[in-house]
C-alpha cells in the first residue's frame, strides 16, 4: 500500500494531519485524485467535497468552500 503525509490546514487550525492512501478534491479544472507519488501539483479548490482515504482504509468527508493544494512527490498539503 502506497501512503503519504497528507495536511489539511485553516488559519489557525489543523484539519487532518496524517498518512493517506488519497484524497479527492473539486479542482479547479474538475474532480481530481491525488496517490502518493503524484507529479507536482499546484492548484485552487472550488466548493464541494474533499475525501480522505486514510492509511487504515477508512474516509472521512470535509465540506469545503475553497482553497488551495499542493501535491509533491513526498507529500500533500491544502490550503482551505
Known sequence: MNIFPLQVLRINET????????VNAPGASG???ILAKHE???TSLLPGNLTIKKEDGTT???EIKHGFVEATK???TVLL
Do not use: H, I, P, R
Open 40 to 42: 507536482t501539483l499546484l
Open 74 to 76: 513526498d507529500k500533500v
Open 60 to 62: 472521512e468527508t470535509f
Open 31 to 33: 474532480e481530481l485524485t
Open 15 to 22: 484539519v487532518f494531519d496524517g498518512m493517506a492512501q488519497s
